[in-house]
C-alpha cells in the first residue's frame, strides 16, 4: 500500500483554494480541519450555519464566553476584530442567496457528473440533511474533502451515485488523500496526485475514466 | 396589559392542548436550548406533539454543547417518554451512527412520524410562516428526495419547488435577556434556530437568563422585539444556564 495524505494534509490543500476575501463555509468533519491553516497576510471569512462569521482558530481552552462561539462542527472558536452574529434565516440567506464563495463538503460519493451524496446511508433508512443541501445547491464554488475510498476500500468516486443525492451536478473540485480532481464538462481531470502515487494507481480506485491534466503534478503546500 | 412575565416553567406551558406543534429553539446542542421549558413539557406528559427543531434531539449527550461536562437536556426526553409523533427537521439521526437517538429507534420502528427538510429550507419556512408569507419557491432540493410530492416551477430560469410556510401553535426559545415587554436580546450563536422561532408561533415562550425592566435593553440592540414574544421565564439563579 501506499501512503495516503494524512487529514490535516487534505486540509492544508483545499485551504490553498481560498483566496485573499473569500467567505468560506466549511462542513462538518474533514473540512474544518481548513481553517486552522490559514497563510499569513491572507483573509478569509468564515461562515458557520449557526449564525456566525469571521471568526478565528479553533479555541482549546473553554470560558463563560467561549461556549457561545461555537461552530457547526461543535467546536469552539476563537472571537476576531470584525466577526458578527445572525440568526439562522440570515445565515441561510447568505448561502441561499449566493453569498459564499466556496464551501467545502464531506462525502460519501461523487459522480462524474459532479453529483454528491452525502446525507444518507440507505442500511440506516433515516439520515442527516442537515444545512448540506442548501450549501450544495447555492455555493459558487463546490469543493469535496474527503478519503478516496471507504474503510473497506470500496471506490466513492463513481459513474453514478447509488446513495440519494445531496445535490445533482454541483462539485467543482475532489480533494483526496491521493489526488485533486476537477469536475469538467468533458469529465474528471485528474490535476495533481500523491507523491509516489501514479495516475494508474489512482484510477485503480475511482471507477470513471479519468483524463490525466496534460500539466499534472504533484499536491504540493 | 397582562404581565408577560411567568414565574415558573410549569405555569408558561400549562395550557399546550395535546397535538401541539410546537418550535423548539437551539441547534443540535451547539446554540443552547430552551430546556427547562421542554422539562416542564416532559413533567406534563402532554400527548401527541409534532416538533418542529433542527435535531430531534439527543445531541447533548455526545459532547456537543456539553459545557463543563454537563450533558444538557433537551427535546429528546419528549420523544423518549413517548410524547412525541412526528419530528420536523433537518437531522433526525444522531450524528455519531454508532450512538442512535431515540428519534431513530423509534422511526426505525414505525412509530414516529419524519418530514425531513433542508435546514435552510426549514429556516426559511418558519421566517416565512411567522411573516404571514404562504408560500415560496427554492431551487434548494429540486432532483431529490426533498422534491419528492412538491409542486415545482420554472422561475428566471431555475427549476425551483414550492415550500410552504411554518408556524406553530407554540415557540420553545432561549435568549439571555429580556425586558418586561417581551423585548430579547441573545448571546453569540444563541440566536441560530431561537431568534427565528421567536417570529413563528401563536404562543412565544421565552426562557431567559434575567429578567429586566424596559429600557436597561438598550434599543439599538434588541434582536427579537417585544412583541413577537408571548411569556417570559427567567432561568433561577444559580441553576445551569445552558
Known amino acids: 500500500m501506499k501512503p495516503r495524505l494524512e487529514r490535516e494534509t487534505i486540509g492544508l490543500r483545499v485551504a490553498k483554494e481560498f483566496f485573499d476575501g473569500a467567505v468560506v463555509n466549511l462542513g462538518g468533519g474533514l473540512p474544518t480541519l481548513a481553517s486552522n491553516f490559514m497563510e499569513e497576510g491572507k483573509t478569509v471569512f468564515f461562515h458557520s450555519e449557526n449564525g456566525m462569521l469571521g471568526f478565528g482558530p479553533v479555541e482549546y481552552e473553554e470560558s463563560e464566553q467561549s461556549v457561545y462561539r461555537m461552530n457547526a462542527s461543535g467546536q469552539l472558536v476563537q472571537a476576531k476584530p470584525g466577526m458578527c452574529f445572525f440568526n439562522h434565516a440570515t445565515s441561510f440567506a447568505m448561502i441561499r442567496g449566493g453569498h459564499i464563495d466556496i464551501s467545502v463538503l464531506g462525502a460519501l460519493q461523487v459522480s462524474e457528473k459532479g453529483d454528491l451524496a452525502n446525507w444518507m446511508i440507505p442500511s440506516r433508512q433515516v439520515g442527516i440533511i442537515g444545512g448540506a443541501m442548501d450549501l450544495a445547491f447555492s455555493c459558487n464554488k463546490l469543493i469535496v474533502a474527503m478519503e478516496h475510498t471507504t474503510p473497506k476500500g470500496e471506490r466513492k468516486i463513481l459513474k453514478e451515485c447509488n446513495y440519494p443525492l445531496t445535490a445533482p451536478q454541483c462539485v467543482d473540485l475532489i480533494v483526496t488523500d491521493v489526488a485533486v480532481i476537477e469536475v469538467t464538462p468533458d469529465g474528471l481531470v485528474l490535476k495533481e496526485i500523491a507523491p509516489g502515487w501514479t495516475p494508474k494507481d489512482v484510477q485503480e480506485i475511482t471507477e470513471p475514466k479519468l483524463i490525466i491534466a496534460k500539466d499534472l503534478k504533484e499536491i504540493t503546500l | ?242
Open chain 2, 1 to 242: 396589559m397582562t404581565s408577560k412575565v411567568y414565574n415558573s416553567f410549569q405555569e408558561a406551558v400549562a395550557d399546550i392542548p395535546d397535538g401541539a406543534l410546537i418550535l423548539i429553539g437551539g441547534f443540535g446542542g451547539i446554540a443552547p436550548v430552551p430546556q427547562n421549558l421542554i422539562k416542564a413539557l416532559e413533567l406534563k406528559g402532554t400527548k401527541n406533539l409534532t416538533i418542529a427543531s433542527n435535531n430531534a434531539g439527543g445531541d447533548g449527550q455526545l459532547g456537543l454543547g456539553n459545557i463543563g461536562g454537563q450533558p444538557y437536556y433537551d427535546h429528546e426526553a419528549l420523544v423518549w417518554n413517548g410524547q412525541v409523533s412526528k419530528f420536523i427537521g433537518a437531522v433526525p439521526a444522531s450524528i455519531v451512527v454508532s450512538k442512535p437517538n431515540a428519534f431513530e429507534q423509534m422511526y426505525r420502528e414505525g412509530k414516529v412520524e419524519l418530514e425531513i427538510v433542508p435546514q435552510g429550507t426549514l429556516a426559511e419556512r418558519i421566517r416565512a410562516g411567522g411573516a404571514g408569507v404562504g408560500a415560496f419557491y427554492v431551487p434548494v432540493g429540486v432532483g431529490t428526495v426533498a422534491e419528492k410530492g412538491k409542486e415545482k416551477r420554472v422561475i428566471n430560469g431555475k427549476e425551483m419547488v414550492l415550500e410552504y410556510g411554518l408556524r406553530g401553535d407554540f415557540a420553545f426559545v432561549r435568549a439571555h435577556k429580556a425586558d418586561r415587554y417581551g423585548n430579547l436580546v441573545y448571546k453569540g450563536v444563541m440566536r441560530a434556530f431561537n431568534a427565528v422561532m421567536a417570529m413563528a408561533a401563536e404562543t412565544v415562550i421565552a426562557e431567559v437568563d434575567e429578567i429586566v425592566e424596559p429600557g436597561e435593553i438598550d434599543p439599538e440592540c434588541v434582536v427579537t422585539p417585544g412583541i413577537f414574544v408571548d411569556r417570559i421565564v427567567a432561568v433561577p439563579k444559580g441553576e445551569a444556564t445552558l
